[in-house]
């Protein structure tokens, strides 16, 4: 069974950090392009940042490009997202989202387009208070 599982949101002042956790299990990530996204009440969900593990590359959304890291870890099967300098609009429900990278949709997972990722987890809230 597929399944992701995200981790460590919690609550943080404006200015801290947190970094998040995506597990995955049922399947190994090395094939796979790995998103996060976040979705604040009353608003669409919306790409943040994406890896993909078999070269490494990454893409960031420009509001958080030089505050936000995703990395990946092959041997926990498992993607990071580090955040510093947190603001209060950055509360939200964050999810990782995977997709198996193919020929059709390889550069399509870089529009960080919801539709293109197949596999969700359930979400961590993060809560930046002011």
């Known amino acids: 069974e597929v399944q992701l599982v995200e981790s460590g949101g919690g609550l943080v002042q404006a200015g801290g950090s947190l970094r998040l956790s995506c597990l995955l299990s049922g399947f190994t990530i090395d094939r796979y392009t790995i998103g996060w996204f976040r979705q604040a009440p009353g608003k669409g969900r919306e790409g943040v940042s994406c890896?993909?593990?078999?070269?490494?590359?990454?893409w960031y959304a420009d509001s958080v490009r030089g505050r936000l890291t995703i990395s990946s870890d092959s041997a926990k099967n498992a993607v990071f997202l580090q955040m510093i300098s947190l603001e209060p609009e950055e509360s939200a429900l964050y999810y990782c989202?995977?997709?198996?990278?193919?020929?059709?949709?390889?550069?399509?997972?870089?529009?960080?387009?919801?539709?293109?990722?197949?596999?969700w987890g359930q979400g961590t809230q993060v809560t930046v208070s002011a």
């Open positions: 890896i993909t593990t078999s070269d490494g590359t990454t």
């Open positions: 989202a995977a997709s198996l990278v193919t020929s059709t949709n390889a550069q399509e997972l870089y529009t960080m387009r919801p539709h293109w990722y197949d596999c």
